[in-house]
């Protein structure tokens, strides 16, 4: 099943390649690999801004939830159930990670601290990036813990967006 991302409407097989990759790192299956972000919608949500290839990001969301849990939990772990706060990667971080794993179902690989998965999954998608510098500046991920928290965080690009895709 393709996406119905913009940037790879004519690129099935880039598509197919890049996620192949990704399903067998990850051993999800492929329907659980979703484009997201400006390469989906064609620009940015936040900044409104085209996305351009070799200079834009490309957004992965992992949809699984024993890797969401995994995660919450290596960062419970680390950071004693949130009462040490300084292995996060800033001082908004811990609000932020918060914020998005227990309102939203989303984890943010960005805002962790290092953990085991973190370490992991930037490791996959580095060497992933690599053979893609042509396409993509970088290729990032996030984990949601579900299908319905995925579709319920695409609600507001869709609104914004108007549905064109």
């Not at 680390?78 to 009462?83: Q, S, V």
């Not at 962790?112 to 973190?118: A, H």
Request: charged share 20%; glycine share 6%.
């Amino acid at each position: 099943m393709l996406d119905k991302a913009i940037y790879f409407s004519d690129k099935s097989d880039l598509y197919l390649e890049i996620k192949d990759k990704i399903a067998i790192h990850t051993r999800l299956p492929l329907s659980m690999i979703r484009v997201c972000g400006s390469a989906y919608w064609g620009k940015s949500f936040l900044t409104g801004e085209d996305f351009v290839a070799g200079t834009s990001d490309l957004d992965i969301a992992l949809i699984s939830d024993q890797m969401f849990v995994r995660a919450l939990s290596e960062v419970r772990a680390k950071t004693l159930n949130f009462t040490v706060l300084t292995a996060f990667p800033g001082i908004q971080a811990p609000i932020i990670f918060q914020d998005y794993a227990y309102k939203k179902g989303i984890i943010r690989i960005d805002q962790m601290p290092q953990t085991e998965i973190k370490f992991w999954l930037n490791t996959v998608f580095q060497n992933i990036s690599k053979s893609y510098l042509a396409h993509f500046d970088n290729i990032n991920s996030l984990i949601y813990d579900s299908e319905l928290s995925f579709t319920n965080k695409q609600v507001g690009s869709l609104s914004k967006f108007g549905g064109k895709n």
